[in-house]
């Protein structure tokens, strides 16, 4: 595998980015802006009705954002000038064939000019209703891939996958393709377009039940995906539908030069356009803020389980990286981008670090008083769980039933609800279970062998960095990781 220069490989290219509004898409669009102004056109695929909602939608959940204040200070008052030479927004959507782009002239356009598809676009909800998951993550893909096919100038399709498409299985994850019909437990039957109908059987039984409402239609749509996802081995309904998108680009690919990426799970930005930047909730944040606001009675996890996460920055530097070593070379290759392998963290550390930020920062409430942390009880089984949640929740929700009962069931509204917040916590547990106990750790042997290649330009080895090795996870965490969530995200 030969690496020429990244700068030079950028200049002039088309590329077509799907996801464009989301997270990770946004970054990566801004790096390549950043430091490749010479890039001839990114054409970025937004969910909207038409090309004026798309471009609003671009300025507003990405130009408007502080992630692009760097480029603003550059550019000052000829940056949207710059960005209507170098960006078009189009309105699409991957669900559909050539990606629900309305404008013909447009299609064929993209069609003659486009250099490397990038696509970002997904549904990363582990609770998403299972037709949603499968028309994006799955048959979103294969769209994805005919629209690429059809680029008379393609050198690579970059798909963005998800390290857990490996779901809990133990021990050291190999960057090697799942194949169609290949089940994690071994399950016969696993069939693509059985799912497809399976969902439309379910769609129309449901269409059928005159007391059916959205809210009860959805959640039937949710655990039939748990369900399905279970039955062939996977955890959650985001990662089977993941892995069953990678198989069919596996099995579709031909000639087409593919790359899979496949990140864990993907925190604030560790040094570029600045530190810290970070949108959404992550697991790991929601966790950590609860604690420093004062709102979580306990953890629960493994204290020695790995956690693996990577700085956004990290993982888009790799997504370019990985455009240049692969364009117009016929291949399959998968990219595992995490730590776990290379310079673990563990979930103790993170537990340690939440406290030590909180208590130098303390969390300010409504009351304009700072909330006081102290160590938290950890319950490092679900076991533990189980009992302390017993303890703590099922049994008073079984003393507020008899009194109930005695008070003719004037407390019916209190009991429901109180039961709508366990079934919704026990449900949250189940989902993230596999990642508070994890046993997995993924291999980056690829992706090592391609940060070496990377450093051999020394400049281009600083402006393109990926090793999660160069990371001290306390100063990350508690310098830059959760000083971004708190200001960006729970402010």
């Given amino acids: 595998m030969e690496l020429g220069s990244i700068l030079e490989f950028l200049d002039n290219k088309t590329i077509l980015v799907t996801g464009a509004t989301g997270f990770l898409a946004k970054i990566f669009v801004e790096?390549?802006?950043?430091?490749?102004?010479?890039?001839?056109?990114l054409y970025l695929l937004v969910r909207a009705t038409d090309a004026k909602s798309a471009l609003q939608r671009f300025n507003t959940e990405a130009v408007a954002k502080d992630l692009f204040k760097i480029l603003k200070e550059k550019y000052g008052t000829n940056l949207q000038s710059f960005l209507s030479e170098k960006v078009t927004p189009v309105a699409g959507d991957i669900t559909y064939e050539n990606l629900g782009v309305n404008d013909s002239d447009l299609i064929q356009e993209m069609w003659r000019n486009v250099d490397v598809v990038v696509n970002v676009a997904a549904t990363t909800n582990f609770d998403e209703r299972y037709d949603t998951a499968l028309a994006l993550n799955t048959f979103g893909a294969k769209n994805v891939f005919n629209f690429a096919a059809k680029c008379a100038k393609i050198k690579l399709l970059l798909h963005v996958s998800t390290a857990y498409v490996s779901g809990e299985t133990p021990g050291l994850i190999l960057e090697t393709?799942?194949?169609?019909?290949?089940?994690?437990?071994?399950?016969?039957?696993?069939?693509i377009n059985t799912e497809k109908k399976i969902i439309e059987e379910k769609l129309k039984e449901l269409s059928y039940d005159e007391t059916a409402t959205n809210k009860s239609i959805t959640l039937a749509m949710k655990d039939l995906g748990i369900e399905r996802a279970n039955k062939y081995g996977w955890p959650n309904t985001y990662v089977f539908t993941k892995a069953l998108g990678e198989m069919l680009l596996g099995s579709m690919k031909g000639n087409m030069p593919l790359v899979i990426l496949r990140p864990t799970i993907i925190t604030s930005t560790y040094k570029e356009p600045f530190s810290g930047w970070i949108e959404g909730i992550r697991t790991i944040d929601s966790l950590a803020v609860g604690y420093g606001k004062g709102r979580l009675a306990c953890f629960l996890g493994d204290p020695e389980s790995t956690i693996d996460v990577i700085p956004a920055d990290m993982v888009v530097n790799a997504m370019i990286a990985t455009m240049v070593a692969h364009a117009s070379q016929p291949c399959e290759i998968i990219y595992h981008v995490g730590s776990s392998v290379s310079n673990p963290l563990k979930y103790k550390e993170i537990q340690q670090s939440g406290y030590n930020y909180f208590s130098r920062h303390p969390w300010v409430n409504k009351n304009?008083?700072?909330v006081i942390v102290g160590e938290i009880k950890v319950l490092n089984s679900m076991d533990s769980f189980h009992r302390y949640f017993s303890f703590r929740y099922l049994l008073p929700l079984q003393g507020l039933r008899f009194v109930n009962s005695a008070l003719c069931h004037a407390l019916n509204g209190t009991c429901a609800d109180l039961k709508r917040k366990i079934n919704f916590v026990l449900r949250v547990v189940e989902l993230y279970k596999p990642y508070l106990f994890s046993k997995s750790f993924y291999d980056d042997m690829n992706t090592e062998k391609l940060r070496q290649l990377v450093r051999k330009n020394e400049v281009e080895g600083n402006m393109f960095y990926f090793d999660p090795k160069t990371l001290k996870w306390d100063h990350y965490l508690e310098q830059i990781h959760l000083p971004g969530a708190v200001k960006h995200v729970f402010k």
């Fill in 177 to 191: 393709p799942y194949r169609l019909g290949e089940a994690l437990n071994g399950a016969t039957g696993l069939d």
């Fill in 31 to 41: 790096k390549i802006l950043r430091v490749q102004p010479n890039v001839k056109k």
């Fill in 368 to 370: 304009g008083k700072p």
